[in-house]
């Protein structure tokens, strides 16, 4: 029985690290390499040891695909590929082959020379495993190997996510990545098309939450940034340096330009310059507004965002700045949020998801009063707001897309346990399809019932389709054919054709039957009875009489004999070929009723 | 004219018919189609032989074709039932094509040509009954997604022949919603409304339960879901059509603009309170607050379910969607089921006020004008103010013009709230100071609509104190000037408020009652006479003096017949001016008095021309005299055509009247030419050119011709037959004995007439600064005005600019620079492009609109040309003659010499 297997090595009820392997049609593909934000010692990368215990891991998996540029999508590759050792190809869209070595880098940066971590990957590693990277374009089927394809569909989410179709034959799976239903302020929604893949894989952040009108979440921000601004407070809005930023970054340049307010608004990173470059060049990738305008003005340009110095944090006067990381769990955000939050004027906008653990967790619980390294305690009374402004769908964003993909059974990751089971029901319910949420290291096996192309010839094909009359789905159509199966090939020809290749001679089948009938007349006046007897009943076929006695309808031969025995009765010979037997069944229980009395 | 030879034509094509070509013979089917479509010829003839070459033909393309033209035939032929079931029956035996064109054609056929009515089949055999929408039911699911498409279309065709359809059909296209391909699925969207509107309160069962509801309801919610489809094309539609689905139930309509009220649609009776519950009590977190998201205790599987489909949070998804199309159709669908709905309109407010945040201008522009047009059902809050008015400061133009428009008709509920929107634009005026006009108007709409919450405001406003007295306020200051439009609109309905004005804001009144007496009403105030509020207070305007005024100025003039040329000179000259003044004062009846005045004016002119001494004179000694009568002529003309084209709202019956005095001028022309030319040639053709124009006339007013007894051309057509076989000497005579004994034709008054007038707002000619350029290159000029009631001002309206030397210049404004903010009135916003060659001084050139008119335009098209390959644009965009009808404006220009 053929099967598709698929175990999450990360991501699986969990929101990290997103790893998911995959056996489908005989072939193995791996959906992701990320790491985890939560964890500093191993278990921040996937375990790969259960791929194979020894052995390269590049004659175990036929290729890898990288949906997105977060590091939680991608950030054990280069370990992945150049520690533990893969060779094979490295698929991702060409946005993600730009901007990933950026954060790859940064990433490596911040735990080597900042954390001291020895036995990490270096920037020659990030460099080599880079150029095992195939760029591939959105819809573009590209064949990994002889059976093995994969395509690439619009995700928003971030600049060149993509979800992606892996197809081997008639078997297909579809790996969503992260993705998001609802256009921004600088991406568009994902869009899939009725595949009706086997297994959908799904992330499932957002899994009980329906977000109110995106408008609504712009209004809200604007107002209070504007608020905040007025009343000359500061404003921190700690972001990760990609995705998020830019929408916000936008839309605060927006509405700076609009309302000409000209309280300044600061980015941190040096990171950013070069990764507004990209967006700048992969207008492609955004939304149908950029898209349209970037002749005039290109979006990312930005006239009020400045870049930020340390220095400018103590400046006196109203500010908005951007600081990376969004969680507040290291770097400049959380320097900018200890020297702020003192003060009841200023503010910190929480913009997205947190990890338990992180200091945005804490102050978005509730806690003012923060435990900080060194015993120190840090009152927080500057206003904190949360505002979800995290791309990834919501509930109905997922229903939707499991809608317009069709799948036979959906799989769900990325996302906490508890809420998996809640969305796990719902499709369950909405859609009576299988719904799996396996935990990291649990393989779903799935069988498939795979359909076997059988070719069919033209001629056989029209001369089938002409004899129907009308089109009904209702009905399933009987077809005429031989089956020919050869070296694992089948092909559907006509029965004369298949003699023909096969140098058989055709048997003539025919049946013969008796059927006894009480005529004391003669045998040609009963033949004539017969005949215009049929030729009554059988309006729409061609009946004759022959010169010699016999009737035929179309080419059943009937003859009529006196009995041997009892002159009163006569036999009429029924003969037909296996091909009319149907016509011919019908005939001789036609006659086996009797003639009408009337005729003569 | 040319059917015979058009048959020959034909006969040559079936000729060639035998062609073994089919790319030949398709080409022929074709023309075959083309020819029959043409005027005067009679296609039954050839609809034998085309079914004859349907029947024996093998290349689908060619039967694709001949099927087509045996649809123009068709469609040529509407009466013949006969042939239309001939056809129809031709149809049906191709259906079972292996091609998808020849089945699209063949149910393109069927749905224009086939109807409803059963239609027994003659010989005996075989099915005798046919019911055209189930043959086109039983395409509904062809193999073919272009078959599919093309199934429902010839459905859709039915409909609009007003055939009406089978309620059968509805589950039929239902289940089509979920097909692959979008063009489908757009079809079927249309075809599901369609039989919404037929069948709006038939009961249909929902599936897996048993409970019933409305028709129009289920199509509702399948619509509303297909605004989350796939497919923008198909979302475009959905949003459109969920606009007219204004019979559906209004707690249906309600949840479109709740996303998270998932009511479904199997149990709402049961479960809908209880669903309510649900989300107040938060199954789903609103991503607004942190940790709102942690699920709650299990609940019954039963009681939620359906996400997916139902009419939930369909407007919320249709104005978020990612394509400004979608969004833009979901706004205008938002519009005009508010406008139907009162309580909805109050729903979908603070979504409209969300869309005033769009990035895409058009969209913002939209939801403005949206908001506009159902103001009068709703009333703004203190917050949603604060947010439509933050978009003043929108660097758009047409944004915030749009915006004051949905100003003056908002109701606003607090004195604050007043205060917020006076200040807001104040701001938008310091800002923008080109707004002023458009603010003051608003303002003064504000004012009006709201007396008692301006009525606290007012010391404030004016800065007066009880006990002190303050500066006076400088009076040229647009802001202020602001501030009293809007008080002084508030006091016109409030009379408590004047005893709050200071002094000086007595004389400021003065002042600005005269130079801004369209923003500033006459008030009542103490110690002053008002002449025209005392007046014109208590009566209805059924029995307004005014106009009964006009109508006995008018009726006057009627015994202009029996009066001696002096006094009915006189008298037309008195009625000129009184009519003239009453429009003066009466700005309602200012273009049903302008109008007759012109018309008398023109009578005034032809009675003073043959009033000269020209035509008793002897022959060489008029020579001079007869520029006068001349100039009346041309002047006569012009008039006429300023009747005819700057008026909106002539109907026909003043058309003939104006025509004629325009024929009358023709002929007061020929006969001055006729006097003051030597020599019979020149004449010839001149006469043979008037006796054109009066066929001319004849033909295009024929039925009007018997209300024109006694005039003029009903003469002259009597003496027609004479008139073209006469010399043209004799022509002349006759014509200007006719001409004499011609009675004065009454000017019927139109219900609703309105002069076209225009202002031009910039360039406002008060520069001094001359617009340097270099001379041989262009300088931009931005050109704004304001047009009111002129019929389509795209074709019409022109710019044109006067040089110092005479040159003149007309300039086609593009269609997209004419905006139409309100009914009858549009706004021109155009750049023109000057260029000159070097003047040594900066000079001015006048800048000034134009109404082109075209008078062929309204007549019937002649029959050659019908048929013909002329575009009608063609036609149409002929100018026969330019009015000018805006003030010129002066603009200071200096091209230099270019640098070498």
């Given amino acids: 029985m053929p099967e598709i297997r698929v175990t999450p090595l990360g991501a699986g009820q969990d929101v990290g690290r997103s790893c998911i392997l995959v056996s489908i049609g005989g072939k193995n593909v791996m959906l992701d390499c990320g790491m985890h934000m939560g964890f500093n010692d191993d278990r921040r990368f996937p375990d790969f040891s259960y791929i194979t215990r020894n052995g390269r891991l590049t004659d175990f998996l036929d290729c890898v695909i990288i949906s997105h540029f977060h590091l939680d999508h991608c950030g054990a590759l280069p370990y992945f590929s150049e520690m533990v050792g893969y060779d094979g190809p490295i698929y991702m869209t060409h946005p993600t082959q730009a901007i990933c070595p ?151 340049e927006t509405f700076w330009e609009r309302m000409n307010l000209k309280a300044p608004i600061y980015f941190s990173t040096g990171l950013t310059e070069k990764a507004n470059h990209y967006y700048k060049l992969f207008i492609t990738w955004t939304n149908q507004k950029i898209r349209k305008t970037f002749v005039q003005r290109n979006m990312f340009e930005f006239k009020h965002i400045k870049a930020f110095d340390r220095a400018f944090a103590d400046n006196p006067g109203p500010m908005v700045v951007f600081a990376t990381p969004g969680m507040l769990h290291a770097g400049q955000s959380l320097q900018i949020f200890r020297k702020w939050a003192g003060n009841e004027k200023n503010m910190v906008i929480m913009p997205g998801y947190c990890v338990q653990g992180t200091v945005g967790h804490k102050i978005l619980s509730g806690q003012r009063k923060l435990e900080m390294e060194g015993r120190q305690v840090l009152e927080v009374k500057m206003q904190v707001e949360y505002m979800s402004f995290s791309a990834h769908a919501d509930a109905k964003g997922i229903m939707q897309l499991v809608g317009q993909a069709e799948p036979e059974n959906v799989l769900l990751v990325h996302g906490e346990a508890k809420k998996m089971e809640f969305l796990k029901q719902k499709i369950e319910q909405e859609f009576r399809v299988n719904c799996y949420m396996p935990a990291n290291g649990e393989t779903v096996t799935l069988p498939t019932s795979p359909s076997i192309p059988v070719g069919i010839s033209l001629g056989l094909l029209k001369r089938e389709m002409a004899q129907g009359l009308l089109p009904d789905a209702k009905k399933p159509r009987l077809l005429h054919g031989t089956l020919i199966m050869k070296d694992s090939n089948f092909r559907l020809v006509s029965s004369e054709q298949a003699l023909k290749e096969l140098g058989l001679a055709e048997h003539q089948l025919r049946f013969t039957c008796r059927v006894h009938l009480h005529d ?67 005939l001789t229980s036609l006659l086996k009723k009797g003639l009408p009395q009337g005729a003569t | 004219m040319a059917a015979h030879l058009k048959k020959r034509v034909y006969e040559e094509f079936t000729k060639v018919v035998q062609e073994n070509d089919p790319s030949v013979r398709l080409k022929i089917a074709s023309l075959l189609g083309l020819l029959s479509k043409t005027a005067g010829f009679s296609p039954d003839c050839i609809m034998d032989d085309a079914i004859n070459i349907l029947q024996n033909e093998k290349s689908h393309q060619v039967l694709a074709q001949l099927l087509d033209t045996l649809l123009a035939i068709g469609t040529k032929l509407p009466e013949n039932q006969a042939i239309q079931n001939r056809l129809v029956d031709v149809a049906c035996k191709h259906l079972t094509d292996t091609s998808h064109g020849v089945r699209n054609k063949c149910l393109q056929l069927l749905g224009n040509l086939g109807s409803l009515e059963k239609s027994v089949t003659k010989d005996g055999e075989g099915l005798a009954v046919r019911d055209v929408q189930k043959i086109i039911g039983d395409y509904f699911s062809d193999q073919d997604p272009r078959v599919r498409t093309a199934a429902i279309k010839a459905m859709l065709q039915l409909h609009e022949r007003g055939l009406k359809l089978h309620q059968t059909i509805y589950n039929q296209a239902c289940k089509l919603l979920s097909d692959d391909y979008e063009q489908v699925r757009s079809a079927a969207v249309q075809l599901i409304w369609v039989v919404s509107q037929l069948y709006p309160e038939s009961i249909v069962p929902i599936p897996s339960s048993n409970e019933e509801i409305r028709l129009v309801d289920d199509a509702f919610g399948k619509i509303c879901h297909m605004v989350s489809d796939g497919s923008w094309v198909v979302r475009v539609q959905a949003a459109k059509l969920l606009g007219s689905m204004e019979q559906v139930s209004s707690h249906f309509l309600e949840q479109t603009l709740d996303k998270k009220l998932m009511s479904d649609l199997r149990r709402k009776r049961t479960a809908h309170e209880r669903a309510k519950e649900l989300y107040s009590s938060g199954e789903f977190s609103s991503g ?11 609940i019954d599987t039963g009681a939620v379910n359906l996400i997916e489909s139902g009419a939930c949070g369909a407007f919320v998804h249709g104005l978020e969607d990612e394509m400004y199309e979608v969004r833009i159709a979901a706004v205008e669908a938002l519009c005009m089921l508010a406008q139907s709905s009162p309580s909805f309109a109050e729903k979908c407010l603070d979504f409209l006020v969300d869309m005033f945040n769009d990035e895409i201008e058009e969209v913002r522009l939209q939801s403005i004008h949206t908001m506009r047009k159902i103001s009068n059902n709703i009333t703004l809050r203190e917050d949603q103010l604060d947010t439509v008015l933050a978009v003043l400061e929108d660097s758009s133009r047409d944004i915030r013009e749009a915006l004051h428009e949905l100003l003056c008709c908002t109701n606003v509920s607090t004195k604050e709230g007043i205060h917020l929107a006076l200040v807001e634009l104040l701001k938008n005026l310091t800002k923008y100071p080109t707004d002023r006009d458009s603010i003051w108007k608003c303002l003064k709409f504000l004012g009006s609509r709201h007396p008692t919450l301006v009525l606290p405001l007012v010391p404030e406003l004016l800065s007066t104190h009880p006990f002190f007295d303050t500066a006076e306020p400088d009076m040229d200051d647009p802001a202020y000037i602001a501030v009293l439009v809007l008080i002084f609109n508030a006091a016109k309905t409030c009379p408590t408020m004047p005893a709050l004005f200071s002094d000086h804001t007595f004389r400021h009144y003065a002042y600005l009652r005269d130079s801004l007496s369209h923003l500033v009403p006459a008030l009542r105030l103490p110690g002053r006479k008002l002449v025209s509020s005392t007046l014109s207070a208590n009566i209805t305007p059924h029995e307004d003096p005014s106009h009964q005024f006009l109508q006995q100025s008018l009726e006057r003039v009627y015994s202009l017949q029996h009066l001696d ?26 273009g049903v008095a302008d109008f ?45 055509y300023k009747m005819e084209f700057m008026y909106s709202g002539v109907e026909n019956k003043q058309v003939v009247i104006i025509h004629h005095m325009r024929l009358q001028a023709k002929a007061l022309q020929l006969i001055v030419t006729a006097r003051t030319t030597r020599g019979v040639d020149p004449l010839f053709g001149m006469c043979e050119k008037f006796l054109q124009e009066v066929d001319f006339f004849q033909r295009c007013f024929i039925a009007d011709l018997p209300h024109l007894q006694d005039s003029f051309v009903d003469k002259l057509l009597d003496l027609m037959p004479r008139l073209m076989t006469s010399k043209p000497v004799e022509v002349v005579k006759i014509v200007q004995t006719m001409l004499r004994q011609s009675t004065f034709l009454h000017l019927p008054l139109p219900e609703q007439i309105h002069k076209a007038s ?61 905006r139409n903010p309100g009914p009858g009135r549009h706004r021109l916003i155009t750049q023109v492009y000057l260029s000159h060659t070097a003047w040594t001084e900066p000079c001015q050139v006048e800048v000034r609109l134009l109404l082109a008119y075209n008078s062929n335009s309204r007549l019937p098209k002649s029959p050659w040309v019908e048929g013909g390959e002329v575009s009608p644009q063609v036609e149409t965009s002929v100018i026969e003659g330019t009015i000018p009808f805006s003030k010129s404006v002066k603009v200071y220009i200096m091209p230099k010499p270019a640098r070498r």
């Fill in chain 2, 288 to 298: 607004r607050k942190w940790g709102d998201d942690a699920p709650k205790e299990e």
């Fill in chain 1, 102 to 252: 950026i954060l790859l880098e940064d990433y490596r940066k911040i735990a080597v020379d900042k954390k001291g971590e020895a036995n990490f990957f270096t920037s020659q590693m990030i460099k080599d495993c880079m150029k095992k990277v195939v760029a591939v374009h959105l819809h573009q089927t590209v064949q990994v190997d002889d059976e093995l394809e994969i395509k690439a569909y619009y995700a928003g989410h971030v600049l060149g996510a993509a979800m992606f179709q892996i197809k081997v034959g008639s078997e297909s799976v579809v790996y969503t990545g992260d993705y998001n239903m609802t256009p921004d302020r600088h991406l568009g929604a994902a869009w899939i098309d009725k595949c009706r893949p086997n297994l959908l894989i799904t992330e499932s952040t957002y899994a009980t939450t329906i977000r109110d009108s995106k408008r609504c979440r712009e209004r809200d921000f604007l107002k209070k940034v504007h608020e905040a601004v007025e009343r000359g407070g500061k404003v921190l809005i700690p972001v990760f340096a990609l995705g998020r930023a830019q929408e916000l970054c936008i839309l605060l």
């Fill in chain 2, 596 to 640: 007759s005045a012109t018309y008398l004016r023109c009578q005034l002119l032809l009675i003073k021309a043959l009033q000269e001494k020209l035509w008793n004179v002897a022959a060489p000694l008029y020579l001079k005299q007869s520029d006068l009568a001349s100039a009346a002529a041309k002047q006569i003309m012009e008039e006429t």
């Fill in chain 2, 758 to 818: 225009a202002t031009i707002i910039e360039p406002a000619g008060e520069s001094d600064n001359p617009l340097r350029f270099t001379s041989g290159l262009v300088v931009a000029l931005d050109v704004d005005a304001t047009l009111e009631h002129v019929q389509d001002p795209q074709n019409t309206v022109k710019v044109q600019v006067l040089y110092p030397d005479g040159q003149a210049q007309m300039i086609h404004p593009k269609p997209a620079d004419f």
């Fill in chain 2, 565 to 590: 040329p002096q006094g009915a000179q006189e008298l037309l000259e008195l009625t000129i001016r009184d009519l003239q003044r009453l429009g003066e004062l009466q700005s309602e009846l200012a």
């Fill in chain 1, 520 to 586: 004391p007349r003669k045998e040609q006046e009963t033949a004539l009875r017969v005949y215009s007897h049929l030729k009554s009943v059988l309006k729409d076929h061609c009946v004759q009489h022959l010169p010699d006695g016999s009737v035929t309808v179309e080419s059943i031969l009937i003859q009529a004999a006196a009995h041997s025995e009892d002159p009163g009765t006569k036999v009429l010979l029924v003969s037909w070929t296996y091909q009319d037997e149907e016509l011919g069944s019908y």
